[in-house]
């Protein structure tokens, strides 16, 4: 059983900053990569940053250097610093994990955060 605890979205001004974090628990695991998604209202869920074990990371080109994604060392809780928000960033943001299983590496999201920006 996985379970993932993710804080940090809220309301923001644009421009403004964020960070979110996300710590996933359970057993019976390994993590290949850890990132997020988001989705807004209307919208198909998209990749915003996602971090590989070991350490690759890949960004939406609508991050432009705004976003930056870091983990802890146990590869157990994975951060998005957001800076320079604008209104097109608010929607829900979920954690993910591809989790190493024995039958297999099975894609995995949290319940998601809400992030909101006003302008």
């Known amino acids: 059983q996985v379970h993932f605890a993710e804080s940090g979205g809220g309301l923001v001004q644009a421009g403004g900053s964020l960070s979110l974090s996300c710590t996933i628990s359970?057993?019976?695991?390994?993590?290949?990569?850890m990132g997020w998604y988001r989705q807004a209202p209307g919208k198909q869920r998209e990749m915003v940053a996602v971090?590989?074990?070991?350490?690759?990371?890949i960004y939406a080109d609508f991050v432009k250097d705004r976003f930056t994604i870091s983990v802890d060392d146990a590869w157990r809780t994975v951060y998005l610093q957001m800076n320079s928000l604008s209104p097109d960033d608010t929607a829900v943001y979920y954690c993910?994990?591809?989790?190493?299983?024995?039958?297999?590496?099975?894609?995995?999201w949290g319940q998601g955060t809400q992030v909101t920006v006003s302008s």
């Open positions: 993910y994990a591809a989790l190493r299983l024995a039958l297999g590496v099975r894609d995995t």
């Open positions: 359970g057993s019976g695991f390994g993590i290949n990569s």
């Open positions: 971090v590989g074990n070991p350490g690759s990371t």
